[in-house]
């Protein structure tokens, strides 16, 4: 069976007082998906195919430039974020026992425009990311208030320790994901373009171009393909959110496989990480003592850590 298909649409962006009927409805219609599965597609969400395209077409335009135009963007580089900046072909390593990921990506993490931001040869790349960025963060707190209500906890549980996304004291992150033409000849042994992995913070809003790829681990234990629906945001909980839930809400694990080998397509996704603001104390939202509390930002670099190791981490 295939991922779910929620309709966004009683709560799309720009729309203002909605019934309580309404989203009571739709937050336990997510609440289903986030139990059993962990991963949805919204549609209907206001945010429609060709922003995403655009963002996509402006990030192209980076990741086509020479090596040497994009290194002095390197992740590590930036004083606003040890995060920020781009990532180059196998530097990541999701999976530790797979070798390194196919794949290329470009972190936003501060969106300060005192800071270095490609602008030769890719106008716009900050105007276009930062807006997107944006309009990801309000779909994203539309997303945690009814995931609140689809606990009958108060609707702001979770907002309240999201106030300050897109600031630099809050870790949530677009990423813009490239992935290269694969020539089959030179893949490693049990090279992916991704390795399996969950995500670390709350959630995750992703956005997918049309080439196939992603799987997600189902509870029967097998992957799933999880094809792009154009139109749709696929959302998914994350590692801090299960603990925060004691494990009501599920992070599946997932993974992007190589294309059949002779296939050069390229393909591109775009991933919003939400996470709490750095400051956060996060403790199990029912009350239990079944996770400690934890330090929001205390528990996003221990989960770097371990899984790139600290000298990758900066790379
Ligand atoms: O590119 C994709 O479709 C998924 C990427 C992903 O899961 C991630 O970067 O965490
Ligand atoms: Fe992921």
Redesign the pocket.
């Known amino acids: 069976m295939g991922l779910p298909v929620l309709d966004f649409s009683v709560y799309e962006l720009g729309k203002g007082n909605v019934s309580v009927a309404k989203l009571e409805k739709l937050s336990k219609e997510l609440r289903k998906a986030f139990t059993e599965v962990g991963f949805v597609y919204l549609k209907n969400t206001g945010i429609n195919q060709e922003e995403v395209e655009k963002v996509m077409h402006v990030s192209k335009e980076f990741f086509c430039l020479p090596e040497d135009m994009k290194k002095p963007f390197s992740r590590g580089s930036f004083s606003c974020n040890e995060f920020h900046g781009w990532i180059a072909v196998e530097n990541e390593i999701?999976n530790p026992s797979r070798p390194g990921d196919l794949?290329e990506?470009y972190n936003i993490t501060s969106l300060s425009a005192d800071n270095n931001w490609p602008s030769e040869g890719v106008e716009d790349f900050r105007d276009v990311h930062v807006s997107f960025f944006l309009r990801c963060k309000d779909l994203s707190l539309r997303v945690l208030r009814l995931m609140a209500l689809g606990l009958d906890l108060e609707p702001e549980v979770f907002l309240n320790t999201h106030k300050h996304i897109g600031s630099a004291v809050n870790a949530t992150t677009l990423?813009s994901?490239y992935?290269p033409p694969v020539n089959s000849t030179c893949v490693k042994e049990n090279q992916l373009?991704?390795g399996e992995?969950s995500?670390y913070g709350s959630i995750?809003l992703?956005f997918?171009s049309p080439e196939s790829?992603?799987q997600v681990l189902n509870r029967a234990g097998e992957y799933v393909s999880?094809p792009s629906i154009p139109g749709t945001v696929?959302i998914n909980i994350a590692d801090l959110m299960q603990r925060w839930t004691s494990d009501v809400y599920v992070s599946a694990a997932?993974?992007?496989l190589l294309p059949p080998a002779g296939d050069s397509s390229t393909?591109?996704?775009l991933?919003f990480?939400v996470h709490p603001d750095d400051e956060a104390m996060i403790s199990c939202c029912d009350g239990s003592d079944k996770y400690p509390p934890i330090n929001s930002f205390d528990y996003l670099l221990s989960r770097f850590n371990d899984t790139y190791g600290k000298k990758q981490a900066l790379v």
Request: hydrophobic residues 40%; proline residues 0%.
């Open positions: 999701l794949k990506a990423r994901l992935y373009r991704c992995h995500d995750t992703l997918q790829g992603l999880a696929l997932h993974r992007v393909r591109q996704s991933a990480f």
